[in-house]
């Protein structure tokens, strides 16, 4: 990954000059300390890589590149509170370090200071339009986490209404990532579409991926435990799906360990064993494919340049990630 | 109030519009349940007086003024959660009524929803301009939230820092509503700067009037109970001019009393009659009055006209208060 380190270096470097106040404490430290730990920074990459792409220097969309990281960072604290989740990157989540309403507040801050960070736009940049692209994008990132979280309660959810709540969650950033930066080179409609496709097809090949590779990858290297998805009884991609296509016996079993929510050792081996006699994992593994491959037609685009080398290398290394 | 009604029949009618989607249900439900409870629409009213101050048709700074009564309810829902608070303008709060992941996440979409407000603008507005004075504004409110919740655990605030935090909390939203009528109507820096004091003034006016009838309004009309303020120990204008100016045998009972955290009805009234003997109340009313006044000369800048004439009398009436 020698090639992302140059616009991660950047985005580091650009993180540690945000000038956030030292007070009030309880508002500030939260954000300092979320934004300093180690992070990939795929996001604020795919926009200048973006900008790149549309033939405008990188340096440009820096300000775009920093808002969609803060974003990113602002839902963080905010889902960890709603889903209960006590670390984060190998440190202890704001709202464990801190509480609840520190974790709260802070996030509303960070929102607010990423949507400020455009204002550090070249004033040739449409403010007005990179502005309504990206609230509508963090909106639909809100819609995603509200389907998400009501999908726990239903026990009827379909793959469909499962691929447009992480249209929401997991794509509508990424791709608002890309457009974002495609606007600061002042893109034309064409390529900003293309640019959006290739996000939201590139957001939902990483989520599906993540699903499989929930009950694929070694634990050790994934960092999470085996079936972790299946143990938290969470609808996936894989969980729908066989759902959807396993005999009634199986169903009923399987609706009885969703409702109960009482899913053992066993019951995790049994449902992996499931996905392998459906063929599930398999169907899952194809469209994944299918959505990278999609990423992969919509960059085709753009004219041959450094940027479109590196954005077709990150998709590539995506593609064959183990964990 | 009559001279009002026209006002807020316009914010009424302008929310009663709004397009919120009608799904993900947990994302939307709760924005509409606040915002069609009875309220009184100050900060919009606000902004539309201001642009009318300035020249434009009131009309203009519609979405303006959305923006601040949206944002105003964003911060109601959070604050709540925060505050643990039940209910709200008679109705059960969002995250008692739903729950908290779903306040704080319906929240965060309020909080889009009202910046998303000012691309309704027309276009000779400067979008650029009216955006950072909002999210600057907004800002302020999250910086105020913080220095409220640090000052729970402290013993050592001082009249000072309780200015500056109302300054956020309370003034730097009503300043918001104030100056973005202004800039929809294009005025000058001079006007802008009237309209920013005439705001904070009011606002600190206000809040410290809310600290004063805590203790000396008829409870059936403010419809809190008598010395709510006191019971929960916080550190009101009042309470905080005591510590500076009351004996040292005072200061140690109210500081233990506050440390504890167990004030009883004996000790709210004794300290209600601490405020008395100490002339605190009249010491307070004089500087409500102040910040009045100061309001009221920063609005001399303006030209007489309808609108400048309906603020004196809405900065009048709510001088007169009496809950």
């Known amino acids: 990954m020698d090639f992302l380190k140059p616009y991660a270096a950047l985005i580091e470097s650009e993180i540690h000059q945000l000038q956030l106040p030292g007070t009030p404490e ?11 730990s180690k992070a990939k920074r795929v996001r604020p990459i795919l926009t200048l890589m973006a900008a790149g792409m549309c033939g405008e220097s ?36 704001v709202h464990v370090k801190w509480d609840a309403s520190t974790a709260i507040l802070s ?15 070249p004033p040739d940049v449409d403010y007005k339009k990179i502005n309504r692209i990206f609230l509508n994008g963090i909106n639909k990132v809100c819609e995603g986490q509200a389907s998400d979280m009501e999908f726990e309660d239903r026990l009827d959810v379909t793959t469909d209404e499962y ?3 992480i249209s929401g969650k997991t794509a509508a950033l990424i791709a608002v990532s890309l457009v974002m930066g495609g606007i600061c080179a002042k893109a034309d409609d064409e390529k900003l ?26 634990p050790e290297k ?15 991609y894989l969980m729908l799906q066989l759902l959807e296509h396993c005999n009634k016996d199986d169903k009923n079993w399987l609706i009885n360990c ?20 459906y063929g599930i994992t398999d169907e899952a593994k194809s469209v994944m494919n299918q959505f990278y491959a999609k990423a992969e037609k919509a960059l085709q685009l753009f004219e041959e340049t450094k940027y479109k080398g590196d954005l ?8 064959n990630r183990e964990y």
């Open 163 to 165: 691929l447009e709540m």
């Open 58 to 93: 990188i340096e440009k969309s820096i300000p775009a590149a920093l808002a969609v990281e803060l974003v990113h960072n602002f839902s963080l604290i905010h889902d960890d509170i709603m889903d209960q989740a006590d670390s984060r990157r190998g440190n202890a989540t």
């Open 312 to 319: 077709s290398k990150l998709i590539n290394f995506l593609k």
């Open 258 to 277: 969703l409702k109960n929510k009482t899913i053992n050792d066993d019951d995790v081996l049994r449902i992996i064993e499931l996905y392998e006699s």
């Open 222 to 236: 994934f960092g999470k435990r085996k079936g972790g998805d299946i143990y938290e009884g969470k609808k996936t």
């Open 26 to 36: 309880t508002l500030y430290a939260p954000q300092r300390y979320i934004l300093s």
């Open 193 to 218: 579409e293309a640019l959006n496709e290739i996000g939201y097809s590139l957001g939902k090949a990483f989520q599906i991926q993540d699903d499989i590779l929930d009950v694929i990858a070694d």
């Open 107 to 121: 996030g509303d801050g960070m929102l607010i200071q990423a949507i400020l960070q455009l204002q550090n736009l």
